[in-house]
């Protein structure tokens, strides 16, 4: 029992963001409206770039910027030993801002396509507009 | 064996294939195209002549265009048998092209330059098959050739040839994906060769239950030999002009189906590996049921070109049958039927469309007396079917006599009576259509009235003119076949 | 030498950003400077592969950064092959679509082009890079495009067909994603050589064997392998034409090569089929795609969708090739990239010009075609022959090697379904052309010699007549020389 809990606890980011992603592919697959679709689908894009983000991070570390040493030649650091282990990574933090970027752009192209949709069905319940297109 | 590199069977595919777009651009000008279609079937038949002293000598003629993967190359290699078939179907291919002007302009056809277009394409595909160095260029021309006839068969666009061409094309091409192809890739992916040889490719890596269901495959797959069960897309094609039913059904298409069955047998598994696991005789029995089967059904058909097919049925299966029997005699027999055959049989198909443009009669029925107006093409069509019963002075009588001399080699007599009872049954459905012909009274007309002289126009006689005398030729002279089938065999 | 990688994606990225503004200048210039830019990708991708077949694989650093630190281009002979397909295919589409851009959206004909260039610069990127992130965000990129693209289609069902699309799509995207994530949780880098290395050692972890099923399924959704595949059928048929036509042949088959390029080069044949044991199961899983795509295309009675179907079909064919676990599986589903994607984009741009010349092609209309559209259907005629793998068209030779990685195998059933494929596709085409070369059955009258009149051709316009001819005569050189392709371009790659 304890194990099982210590993992979860332990590994508490992964949990987190497998919860996060399930609410967003649930919203994805259940909701009848194509704008809480778009926001489900939000939220399983945000689950996965907090995983990321999550990663990089360490316990106990700093931010990753080094220090200039002292020395003033512009090279900051460059003759003093850096342990890694005292900074986060920053490359997922770094990969994810092309990954929100990715997200927005996704998000604005959908919502445009949302946009059509509505103009030509005057709705944006899917069971509706199914009605419609079966009618015609 | 002596082989010679020369461009010529690839030129001798190519020639009608380059000369499609010129037809189709002469749309316009019947004359001129008929011309080119001319032309160009004279000099496809003159390559191939130009190569038939070579071949005779002994040597092969090769020459390879792409290798597709290790073994399989799309290449050509003429040999004796190929030679022979290459020969009937180029030169008929001449004849029926003046056949089809006489034809095709006497009913006033539409879409006559998509029908020449097709018919050169096919005929570049048959000579590509006959040209065939391997398993995998013979695929490819056979599939070719299947899907160029199909608007040939199909060529009134009614709702018949609509049925009829569905049937066509899921025999043909059903039979050959769905059984050629997987019985080829499996002898690839055992052997790494598709490549011909009297030996066979398979060198003792081959079972019996293995080799039998390939060679199943292949026999059944092939249905444009119009084995049973896999016949009836042969009297279904009937409803095609009749030029098409004399090149194609009788010669050029039908052939290519018993010419890939031969070349399997002689030349993917080996006549050796086949008599060692006993195969031949079940083959040989599945020919012989087709054989006689065909032949009963077709003493039932009243229409004249259903007779002919299922008789070609019938005809066919003896080439396998001869094949089949595995012995020198009965390959010589087989093979050199499908020269003697094709001219038979055209000659039959030819008289069966020149009644149909000089009268418009379809049905044996209707053509009681039919004779003393066509004196020519009953003559003609007496000729023929004596090619077909296999009796003299014709050319069909000298491959029936191989034939059943193969069955006496064999040992097997019940095989000899097979072949006997099927000439009789050949005799009763062909003899009564030229006795009532010649000896009936048309319905029409009182007794004693002068008989008007009908045949149909100088274009159509002629050709029948011309098959029936060499039928009879070849009864004399069949030496050029006999020779090409020994070099092509080794025997 | 080396700066022609880094043309081959500047010229049409730079090409859209011309147009771009060109939309609110001169709207005609956006046309010519496209054709421009796809020309001068076009032969950097033809003068990579020469490159590459003399040289070997070329590495092209950005910014000079030395990987696994920078983002690398890398190319060898497989994807300098799939580089020149799409820039061949995009050339040759926006020439054949000139008339149809115009016809299908008149007032935003800039905009449309913008947005296509920036597709093509996508689909290259995928191709083109040796990095796992940057390619998720050029696959993003190409996915963008593609939604507004389709999203332009058919007025009544294009923008729904197309949001569709971007739910699955970011599905798929974002199981890639996660799988990177993994890989990178394990080894801390991004570049694929560099991981693959890495993972070399590293073949029973298990974050490993995550980081590979989360990557093949974001994979699969992205190509539509059946059952993932709902989304492709209405997105490609309700896309305008000059859309369909290049998003049919090059998105999913893009997509394959990502799952090729995953399996070859970052994962390693020994760690798929010699440490897991998802072989037969995916082979079965292909079996079922191919045979259900069959089938669901027998049941429609619109050309668009049969061949939306027949996508997902021949989907099937490859993802089971490349998990036969073979080198003669995986040759087929290398060349089949290349031939279906070719045979694919013949039989769109002939299907384009029966939409620009009698509206929209359900079946019920397209009777007499031969007569009216000869050229077109000779085309297409050619196209639909390779698909069901006639020979010589190219279809047939990479089923060869596709049946016989499978008798390799001993994965009979997979054979099987090849042929099984092969004749539905007979059925499904040759009920076209019955349709197309039969005129309207007349009740009652059918002599057998009924009148016909001569149709009156109304084909369509020379540009898309010209491209069509190309193409579906390159199917017939493509398969001629199959052989040589597999020797100098795809065996190399696999040993």
Known sequence: MSETLALIIGKYNYWLYIILMMIGLYAMIVKNNLIKKLVGMNIFQTAIILFYVSIGYKTHATIPIIKDSGHGDGHGGGHAVIHAADYINPLPHVLMLTAIVVSVATFGVAMALAVRVYQRYQTLEEDEIRMRLTEE | MEQIISIKPLLAVLVSLCVIPILVSASKQPNVREGWTFCAGTIKFILVLSMLPAVLQGKQIVFSLFEIAPGAALA?????????????????????????????????????????????????????????????????????????????????????????????????????????????????????????????????????????????????????????????????????????????????????????????????????????????????????????VGSCIALSQDELKRRLAFSTISQLSYIVFGVALLTPKGLLGGIVHIGMHAFGKI????????????????????????????????????????????????????????????????????????????????????????????FGTPPDTQEGEPVKMEEASFCCVVPLVITAIISIVLFFWPDVFVDLIKVGLGI | ?????????????????????????????????????????????????????????????????????????????????????????????????????????????????????????????????????????????????????????????????????????????????????????????????????????MHDSNTVLVAFILCMIGVWIKMALFPLHVWLPNAYSYAPTAVARVVAPLMTKVMVYVMVRLMITVFGFDYIFSTLDLSAAVVWLATIAILAGGLMALAQKDLKKMLAYIIVSEIGYMVGGAWLGNTTGMTGTILHILNDAVMTFALFLAVGNMIYVCGHVGFD????????????????????????????????????????????????????????????????????????????????????????????????????????????????IVGLYSGTIVNTIILPMLQ
């Not at chain 3, 090849?418 to 085409?429: D, G, Q, V, Y």
Request: some cysteine.
């Open chain 2, 347 to 438: 000659t039959l198909f030819f008289c069966a469309g020149a009644i149909y443009v000089a009268t418009g009669k379809k049905y044996i029925s209707q053509m009681d007396g039919l004779g003393k107006k066509m004196p020519i093409t009953y003559t003609a069509l007496f000729i023929g079917a004596l090619g077909v019963i296999g009796l003299p002075p014709s050319g069909g009588f000298f491959s029936k006599w191989y034939l059943i001399l193969g069955t006496l080699e064999t040992g097997h007599q019940i095989l000899m009576l097979v072949l006997l009872l099927s000439s009789f049954l050949n005799a009763f459905y062909f003899l009564p259509i030229v006795y009532k012909g010649f």
């Open chain 2, 76 to 292: 050509f290699r003429v040999d004796g048998i190929g030679m022979l078939f290459a020969l009937v179907a180029s030169f008929l291919y001449i004849i029926t092209s003046m056949y089809s002007i006489g034809y095709m302009r006497g009913l006033d056809e539409h879409g006559q330059t998509r029908f020449v277009s097709f018919f050169a394409l096919a005929i570049s595909a048959t000579i590509g098959a006959a040209f065939s160095s391997n398993l995998l260029t013979l695929y490819v021309f056979y599939e070719i050739l299947s899907l160029a006839t199909y608007p040939l068969v199909t060529h009134h666009q009614d709702a018949k040839s609509r049925v009829s061409g569905r049937r066509y094309l899921s025999f043909i091409l059903g039979t050959s994906i769905g059984l050629v192809l997987p019985a080829m890739l499996y002898c690839y992916h055992v052997t790494g060769t598709l490549e011909f040889s009297t030996a066979g490719i398979f060198a003792g890596q081959l079972s019996k239950p293995a080799a039998t269901v390939l060679l199943l495959m292949f026999v059944f797959g092939f249905a444009k030999a119009g084995i049973m069960p896999f016949h009836s897309w042969l009297p279904a094609a009937m409803v095609a002009p009749t030029p098409v039913s004399a090149l194609l059904h009788a010669v050029a298409v039908v052939k290519v189906g018993v010419f890939s069955i031969v070349r399997v047998i002689t030349g993917i598994f080996g006549v050796e590996l086949l008599a060692s696991f006993n195969l031949g005789i079940v083959i040989a029995s599945i020919a012989a049921v087709t054989i006689l």
């Open chain 3, 365 to 476: 209309n397209l009777k007499g075609l031969f007569g009216r559209m000869p050229w077109t259907m000779g085309g297409f005629v050619l196209a639909a022959f390779s698909i069901i793998g006639v020979p010589p068209t190219c279809g047939f030779f990479s089923k060869w090697y596709l049946v016989l990685g499978a008798f390799e195998a001993g994965a009979y059933h997979f054979a099987a379904a090849l042929i099984i494929s092969s004749l539905i596709c007979a059925i499904l085409f040759f009920r076209i052309f019955e349709i197309g070369f039969f005129p309207e059955p007349s009740d009652g009258d059918d002599h057998a010699h009924a009148h016909h009149e001569p149709a009156v051709m109304v084909e369509a316009p020379v540009s898309m007549l010209v491209p069509l001819g190309l193409v579906s005569l390159s199917l017939i």
């Open chain 3, 1 to 201: 030498m080396n700066t022609y990688p880094a043309l081959l994606i500047v010229a049409p990225l730079l090409a859209a950003l011309f147009t771009g503004i060109f939309v609110w200048i001169e709207e005609r210039l956006c046309y010519p400077i496209a054709v421009l830019g796809m020309l001068i990708s076009s032969f950097s991708a033809y003068k990579i592969l020469m490159a590459v077949l003399s040289a070997g694989v070329i590495h092209y650093r950005h910014a000079g950064w030395a990987p696994p630190m920078g983002i690398e281009y890398r190319i060898d002979t497989l994807n300098a092959m799939v580089l020149l397909l799409i820039t061949l295919i995009a050339l040759i589409n926006l020439v054949a679509s000139y008339k149809t851009i115009l016809v299908e959206t008149p007032d935003r004909s800039g905009s449309f082009i913008t947005i296509y260039l920036l597709f093509v610069v996508g689909l290259l990127g995928v191709t083109a890079t040796g990095d796992l992130f940057n390619l998720y965000v050029l696959l993003e990129i190409t996915s963008l495009t593609s939604y507004a693209q389709i999203g332009l289609g058919d007025k009544d069902r294009g923008p729904l067909a197309s949001l569709n699309y971007v739910f699955i799509g970011v599905i798929g995207a974002s199981f890639y994603l996660l799988g990177v994530g993994y890989l990178y949780i394990k080894t801390g880098s991004l570049n694929m050589m560099d991981v693959a290395t890495i993972i070399s050692t």
